[in-house]
């Protein structure tokens, strides 16, 4: 599944979009994923941001393109089919991810949820994504939520957090305890709106 991995972390949403990913880039270029993921081993940079340009500048391959190529040409290299080690370099700071750990007690059993790991951010999806959360500097945590600001007086209108667009408000954890009865209803409610 290149970028998806086995698929466990990522929604049917997801994995459809990798599988047309695949299938217009045969079809576009005349190339399957096999011949293109040969290529990308050829190429003589070796960072994945070198690469990438590489692959734009060489063979005009659009950054999608590039990813799902560059995560099965160089699978050690992470990608959201290395979640554990995304995990651990995101969530390094123990009081953050105390903090992280909350939220994810908190959404455990959801049922159908579906965790997904991101270099930026951990999230949780059913059919798409509903919440985010992300390491602070200070030991906090940044959670972003797929409900409206005016849900709750703590949350605030997101501005350049780099998780999806869903997410319409953003609260700032300091402290396990900050999620409380109100914050897990909260997360419910975007949960059941996914």
């Known amino acids: ?6 698929g466990r972390h990522l929604t049917e949403r997801q994995r459809k979009w990798f599988a047309s990913i695949e299938a217009s880039l045969e079809r576009d270029t005349g190339k399957p994923l096999a011949e293109w993921v040969a ?10 941001g ?10 005009g ?6 990813a799902h190529i560059l995560s099965v040409a160089f699978p050690s290299e992470g990608g959201w089919d290395d979640a554990d080690a995304l995990r651990a370099a995101l969530w390094n700071d123990p009081a953050s991810t105390a ?10 059993d959801f049922p159908g949820l579906v965790t997904g790991q991101r270099k930026g951010f951990s999230a949780w999806s059913r059919n798409f994504q509903f919440a985010a959360v992300r390491p602070l500097k200070g030991g906090k945590a940044r ?13 605030v209108t997101p501005k350049n957090e ?20 109100a914050l897990k209803a909260l997360l419910e409610s975007a949960f059941n709106k996914s």
Not at 1 to 6: I, K, R, S, T, V
Not at 39 to 45: D, H, K, N, S, W
Not at 61 to 66: E, H, Q, S, T, Y
Not at 143 to 155: E, I, S
Request: glycine share 8%; charged share 30%; aromatic share 4%.
């Open 1 to 6: 599944m290149g970028a998806g991995g086995d």
């Open 39 to 48: 290529i990308a081993r050829t190429c003589p940079e070796t960072t994945p």
């Open 50 to 59: 070198k690469r990438t340009q590489w692959l734009r500048e060489n063979h």
């Open 61 to 66: 391959l659009g950054v999608n393109r590039i």
């Open 99 to 108: 903090i992280f750990e909350a939220v994810e007690a908190a959404v455990a």
């Open 143 to 155: 959670l972003g939520l797929c409900v409206t600001p005016d849900a709750d007086p703590r949350l």
């Open 162 to 181: 780099g998780w999806s667009e869903r997410l319409k408000a953003a609260v700032t954890l300091e402290r396990p305890a900050d999620v409380d009865d």
